[in-house]
């Protein structure tokens, strides 16, 4: 059931219009006002699916404000969760303090209650106090680092990805179609539409290919310290040997930004940065708030 829930004259919902070239860059407008972020390329590429749905309040045909959802499979401590994660939260400036965010929460609440497990966001440090008005709870994430150590078997030949090129980025698409979660204490499928944003707007110079390995490594080097962004594989990768194979002369740390579950073990783990999103889950289910782990990086809508 949708409704304006007491909205005043003028103000209209609408919702799922990403064909609507008039809607869409309007949307687009506030992305960039509020986020930076523009939403025209993942579109024309293909990637802006059914998957992905916008709800919005329009002012003469202009969006004010936005909620978003983004449907996936979440697999924790190794089930899997049908999930709904809500993104792109945003209000136009000139139209803040009207409550326009929380009637379009409601109503993406109420939509989606009864088909989903689990719904879960990433909020900033100003919103904080918003999300538990809609009966969400924090969950404390921790950052995995690992000091590393070479080993001899090191050498592969790694392929990069271009994502301008047709072929790559429908290879991309492909494998992560079939992939498996990057973790089953909190990993994520079915989301390859959100994996696509990220190759084409934030990592499009470091995602490569290791036959070896039979994966996609997103992974970038930052002085003495290896980001690991994500593995995308059908099947089991052997962290260690893949590691062996991304480092070179300078790495001494590597950073997952995902749950190594291969080597929590071995990994040192603190609380996630206090800078950092605060993750929000509201679920049908019991969720352990002491559990150690990280949401992959790439999940984040």
Not at 14 to 32: E, H, I, P
Not at 157 to 164: D, F, I
Not at 179 to 200: C, E, H, I, K
Request: aromatic share 14%.
């Amino acid at each position: 059931m949708i409704s304006n829930e007491n909205i005043e004259v003028g103000i209209d919902l609408v919702y799922d219009y990403k064909d609507n070239k008039a809607y869409r860059k309007s949307f687009n407008q506030l992305a960039t006002l509020v986020f930076h972020i523009d939403f025209e390329a993942w579109y024309l590429n293909g990637f802006w699916d059914d998957r992905y749905i916008c709800y919005s309040f329009m002012k003469d045909n202009e969006v004010i404000a936005n909620v978003s959802v983004s449907k996936m499979d979440l697999v924790i401590n190794g089930l899997k969760k049908k999930a709904i994660q809500i993104g792109t939260v945003m209000t136009h400036p000139d139209f803040r303090g009207k409550g326009l965010s929380g009637v379009l929460m409601r109503q993406v609440l109420n939509i989606y209650e009864q088909d989903c497990d689990i719904f879960f966001l990433f909020a900033n440090s100003s919103v904080i106090d918003f999300y538990p008005k809609f009966g969400f709870e924090s969950f404390r994430e921790s950052q995995f680092k690992l000091k590393f150590h070479p080993s001899p078997e090191a050498h592969t030949t790694l392929r990069k990805l271009n994502c301008s090129i047709l072929e790559d980025l429908e290879f991309i698409k492909r494998l992560v179609l079939s992939r498996r979660p990057v973790s089953q204490q909190f990993g994520v499928s079915n989301n390859q539409g959100l994996f696509m944003f990220y190759a084409l707007n934030v990592f499009s110079e470091s995602i490569f290919y290791s036959q070896e390995d039979e994966a996609i490594i997103v992974f970038q080097h930052e002085g003495h310290t290896l980001n690991l962004y994500d593995v995308v594989s059908q099947g089991d990768v052997n962290l260690d040997r893949l590691l062996s194979r991304i480092a070179n002369e300078k790495t001494e740390i590597i950073q997952f930004h995902f749950t190594p579950d291969q080597l929590t073990e071995k990994a040192e783990y603190t609380p996630i940065n206090e800078n950092a999103d605060t993750l929000f889950i509201k679920a049908n289910f019991m969720l352990d708030k002491n559990s150690t782990f990280c949401a992959p990086i790439l999940a984040h809508a």
